[in-house]
Structures are given as C-alpha cells and as structure tokens.
C-alpha cells in the first residue's frame, strides 16, 4: 500500500486508520423510533464524545477527534484518499477480518456486537459446497489407511505370505514363446497397409481394389494373435498381453486405412473446385509417408494424422521418475492380487449356482480389493506409461483421460475415463454412421456393440472360454446409460448420479465378471 510521506497525510491517514477501525466495528442498533443510522452514531453529543475518546485512546490526537466528530475530514493528498478506501474496504466490509493485538485493544470493546449478518451452518444444505473440506479428506485418508493396514495384518496372519519367488517371471512362461513371436511379427501387417497405399498412391491399384485388400489384412491381423493362442496352452495373462497388443494394431490399421481414403475423398473434390465441408484447421494434404506411419504405430494415439503436436524436448529426469512409479504401482497391484483376490475367489462358489446371500458377501468382499486394482491399472497404464511413451516420442497431445471419476451417468463415464479409444470411435465409427443416415440411437448402439466384440475377445480368447460375459458386460450399458441418465434428469444432482455411477462400476460390474471368468477358467481345467 502507498503511503505518502508528507506529514499532513501522514496525520490524515491515522486519522482515517482510526476512522475505519471505528467504523468497522460500531454498527446499527435499533431502537424505539426504529434503525438509527450510522450519521445518528457519529453527531456531538458528549455520550458519543465520549464513547469516542474511550475507543480511539492516545493514539490520535485532539484535532484528529474534532474532525471525527464533526464528520468534517479534509483529504490532503490521492495517496491519503486511497489509504481511506483501503481501510473502509478492509474493516468496513469485511465480517470476518482478522486484527492483531492492537487493533483488537482499541476496537473490539464488550459491547460490540458478536452477531451481525444471516449466516448457515457449515454443514448446511444450502453452504456444505461452498465449504473446504481439505479436513474431511485428510480424514478419509487416515482412516482408509488404519483399515486397510488391520485387513493386511489380518490376511498375512490368516493365509501367510502368499507372493512366490516366481510372481515376476517363472520357468513355466517359456512355454509361451510363440505368443512372443506372434507378437514381433505383427508389424508385418502394418507393412502391407503402407504397401496399399503406395500402390494407391502411385495409381498401380484402384480404390475398388484397396479397399478390399485392407479388410483382407485388418481381419488378419486379429484372427491371427487368436489362432496361436488358441493352439497354444499359454498363461492368461500372456494372451490378456497379445490380445490387447493386436487390438490397437487392429484399431491403428483401420484408422491408417479410413484417413488416407478421406484424403483421397478430399483431396479430389479440392481439384474439381467442389467444398468438401472439411474441418478449417486441418491439413488434408495425400501423402503417403512410412516415417509418419511408423511414428503413428508407436505413438499413444489410436486416430492416425500425418504429423501430431510435438514437445520441444525429452525430460530424462521425469521419464526416470515415472518409470520408477510404474515399477511400485505394478509391484503393489501384483501383490493386491496374489494377496487378497486369488484367496477370495478361491474360497467362493460359482455366483450364478451358489446360494445367494453367500453369493453377495462374496462380490462384496471382492469389490474393494478388485477396486484397488483397477485403479492402479488405471494410473499404470494411462497415466504413468502413455505419459513415458508420449514424453520419449514428445508427443503433444496427452489428453488420455478425463475428470471421469466425477462421471454422473454412465454415458459421461464412457465418453471420459478412455480418450484414445473414445477418439477412435466417434472419428471412424460414430459419425460415418451418422453421414449415412444411421439414426443416433444405433450409431451409439453400433458403437457399444464394437466395443463388445472386443471386450469379448481380449477376455474369453485368453481364457479359452467363450461365454459372452465380458460381451453381454458391456451390452449391459446401453440400457445402463438410459437408466443412469433418466435418473440423472429427475434428480438433478451430481452427488446421486456419481454414487450411482460408482456402485454400478465397484458392486455390479467387475466383481462379478471376475467371479464368472474364474470359476468357469476353474471348471475347465478341471473337466480337462
């Protein structure tokens, strides 16, 4: 704050310091005639007199009083004015100020008023959002933390530790060498892709032609990762990794595929001088690159563009830093497994032939621990490993996920917690359905039923078992995101959509996928 170092103004803004102290604390009183106004409070009559003295003390002199007391206070300089509103705005405006020692020594007498304006509670409906509740979490965390170390403590003395030396690589995964090979020569299907095109490019083959010839290989480029496991006795968690691996060569195949096609579309209504309503930021220029495709078959996106955003520079430190999380997180999610879900699942009945009530006690228990994994694996993979990929490759964009814990329908759950595929859908899926007349309703439902297929495929290959669980799983979420989103408009509160959306995602869902697959995986091998 300016203050002038005049002396006029210096008195003049203890003067007005004094004011406003003054000011900020005697209010309006009421009394027979009604409310006296603050002018009432300030006239020259000895009570008010005073009452002036005994507030203000020794700190201002007697023309300082006079002038008070007349309501007559000349502004000597801008400074002293500013010095004034200051105060005013301070003391004046504020119910919940704090004073140091002497300001409280020569304002807040025993009769001032303790109650001035309507305030609620904190705990109120009308003000619980407009409180910090920084404490409360604090809480959260605290307890979260005393229960879950008396269930550790608990578990290590009822099974012991149950972690072998073989959690992080066994003797027995050598069995599963042709996955592995199946693995490295999956780049070969990109190679065809990039062939089509150049061939394309270069006028040796027809659109009729690559079309086709992109189906043949797209589809080949899936059955075959489901052909070798299939034929092969390999771990689940094996196939789980190569079937998830050619899913996203599958998906950048598609895209590679659909874009370049829209190029061509493009870039031929560009030469007969016809609109071809394209986006304005959007580079359409048809060249077919193998750098730009093989940057896109390594970098963390699933929608193909011949250049991306780039970073200026690799951050080694961070990329260590992550890399370090990664391997915790991955350790604690392993040990959460082996720990606390092989024991449950192993001690339960099949949740569909069992009795009931045992049933649910079962997927009750498995919901917390099964909770815990998933959130890991969440911040394994989408956070802490497509952060290290795209800081390695500086890819730009890193908008992986969003704020999807906060999701209140079940449709707001799907359109956040997954971006890269959530992008691939409405580019290549959503919107050709809509250009071609397909209602909105079935392009949404042409889009859950792509996601089943794939679902399906990643679980029950890996398994050997197809059942359709993880299929009718995400099925399920069509008339979910009707239920969720009807009771999202009656309500009209975000708190009962997003208890909804979590009780549906921790109780009902994974639990009892988890459950399913288990005890199915179990009959088979016993059966065998």
Known sequence: MAISETPGSAGTTATFRAESDLR????????????????????????????????????VGNDDRDRIGAGDCPVESANAENEKKESLERFGNDDDRRLDFAELKLAYRPSAPAHRIVRESPLSSGAIFQQ??????????????????????????????????????????????????????????????????????????????????????????????????????SAVLSGVTLMLFACIVWLKLVSYAHSNYDFRAVAKAIDKGEDPHSSPNADYHYNVSFKSL?????????????????TAYIRKGWVFRQLIKLIIFTGFMGFIIEQYINPIVKNS????????????????????????????????????????????????????????????????YWKLWNMP????????????????????????????????????????VPCHIFKLWAFIGIMVQVPLVLITNYLQNKFKSSMVGNMIFWFIFCILGQPMCVLLYYHDVMNQKGKT
């Open 421 to 460: 595929v959530h992008k691939w859908m409405v580019r290549h899926i959503y919107f050709p359905c809509l250009r071609n007349g397909i209602p909105k309703g079935a392009a949404v439902l042409i889009a859950f039923l792509v996601s089943a297929v794939f679902h399906e495929l990643c679980i029950a």
């Open 132 to 233: 910090s509740h920084a404490g409360l979490f604090n809480l959260c965390i605290v307890v979260l933390v005393a229960v879950n170390s008396r269930l550790i403590i608990e578990n290590l003395m009822k099974y012991g530790w149950l972690i072998k030396s073989g959690f992080w690589f066994s003797s027995t995964a050598l069995r599963d060498w042709p996955l592995l090979m199946c693995c490295l020569t999956l780049p070969i299907f990109t190679l065809a892709a990039f062939t089509i095109e150049k061939l394309v490019q270069k006028k040796y083959i027809s659109e009729l032609v690559a079309v086709p010839l992109h189906v043949i290989f797209t589809t080949a480029a899936i059955l075959y990762p489901v052909f070798v496991i299939l034929r092969c006795d």
């Open 294 to 310: 093989a940057y896109f078959m390594v970098a963390p996106t699933l929608c193909y563009q011949p250049s991306y955003p780039r």
């Open 24 to 59: 900020g604390m005697i209010r309006r009183r009421p009394s027979s005639a009604g409310a006296v106004s603050d002018s009432t409070l300030w006239t020259n009559s000895p009570e008010s007199e005073n009452s002036r003295k005994d507030l203000l003390g020794d700190s």
């Open 349 to 412: 009945e099949h949740p569909l032939k069992g009795n009931c009530l045992y049933a649910i006690e079962r997927v009750l228990k498995l919901s917390v621990p099964n909770l815990y994994v998933w959130l890991c694996m969440f911040y394994c993979f989408f956070h802490l490993w497509l952060n290290i990929l795209a800081e390695l490759l500086r890819f730009g964009d890193r908008e992986f996920y969003k704020d999807w814990w906060n999701a209140k329908t079940v449709e707001e």
